[in-house]
């Protein structure tokens, strides 16, 4: 069973929390958690997993503007995005909407069963958007899952691309974080690039995390261009994120592992593709552990590969 999504009302006057009661009388996945403005009893009912903070601005024994400043301020209450609940025209201030995590701002002068559907659309909202990878902006291990699940599930071909940058590591130690993000970034607009040149409209591209992605394809026949122009893409751009001295070289000097002053080459990238024929015969825990033994082999090819065939 999945775990209700605590959406919790700061509400003094209890108006709007009636209203919401009815709202998500028939919605199992919604916990409704009321709380007043004091703020004691928010520190006693704010939690970590919390979803979303719906703040009744009628009626309210604190300034809203104040309230919500004093909920950016306390850490562990940033995580839940908030929104104001009014019957009247209302409008924070820019200053405060640059500070406060506030994502909405909606009118409690509707059907009770508009509203619990607006409120629900909001949750989908965040729900979605912590499914994506903050800095790419791709779906994540969940999504990814999910739609591996269920192309698994159809019977129809499919193959999942999974693609990883080599030498990022030291790269990213030897520049900085911050251009590591820029190569990240330049990557996952590739492969999106790529797949809209060329690929199907139900064709998916996830991030799993760091420089891995995964593509998941429902045309075989493209496999080979699809990846032949990611490296063409990948190939062709990644010099711009290397200083002219490095380019010229062909390499960065870097420690390894060991402690040891090493030459790392320019960065390429390593694709290697599975079957649907091979995920559908192969255990979910396997289908991972053969993705990384296919990716080994990849890495042993010096500069950017597409391994597609492992007969």
């Known amino acids: 069973m999945n775990k209700k999504k605590n959406v919790v009302v700061i509400d003094d006057r209890g108006d709007l929390f009636h209203l919401l009661t009815l709202s998500f009388i028939v919605n199992p996945t919604i916990q409704l958690i009321r709380t007043s403005s004091d703020t004691d009893e928010l520190d006693k009912t704010l939690l970590l997993e919390d979803y979303l903070i719906i703040v009744n601005e009628e009626g309210l024994k604190a300034d809203i503007t104040e309230l919500v ?4 301020v306390r850490n562990k209450f940033t995580i839940a995005p908030i929104v104001v609940a009014t019957g009247k025209r209302y409008e924070l201030s820019e200053d405060v909407l640059k500070l406060v995590p506030v994502i909405s701002v909606i009118s409690k ?32 291990n969940n999504v990814i899952g999910l739609k591996i699940r269920d192309c698994k599930a159809d019977d129809k071909d499919f193959a999942v691309m999974y693609i990883d940058l080599d030498n990022f590591k030291e790269y ?17 607009r590739t492969l999106y690039d790529v797949m809209r040149e060329c690929g ?12 891995d992605f995964i ?4 045309h075989l026949n493209v496999v080979k261009e699809i990846g032949d122009r990611i490296i063409a893409h ?3 751009g990644i010099s711009k994120f290397y200083e002219a001295k490095d380019l010229e070289n062909g390499y960065i000097e870097a420690r390894n592992r060991t402690g040891q002053i090493e030459r790392i080459n320019i960065m390429s990238i390593s694709i290697i593709v599975m079957y649907s024929d ?23 090819v010096r500069g950017s590969v597409l391994l597609k065939d492992f007969k």
């Open 278 to 300: 091979e995920i559908r015969s192969t255990p979910v825990n396997e289908v991972y552990k053969r993705m990384m033994l296919y990716k080994k082999r990849a890495k042993m």
């Open 109 to 140: 002068d509707v059907d009770p069963s508009l509203l619990g559907h607006h409120l629900s659309n909001f949750i989908d909202s965040i729900d979605s958007n912590r499914n994506l990878n903050a800095l790419s902006g791709l779906p994540g």
């Open 234 to 236: 990948f190939d062709a």
């Open 172 to 188: 990213n130690e030897y520049y900085g974080f911050y251009k590591g993000d820029q190569v990240l970034s330049f990557l996952a």
């Open 215 to 218: 593509m998941i394809l429902q």
């Open 200 to 211: 199907a409209e139900t064709d998916f591209v996830g991030h799993v995390g760091g420089d």
């Open 69 to 72: 400043r004093g909920l950016h």
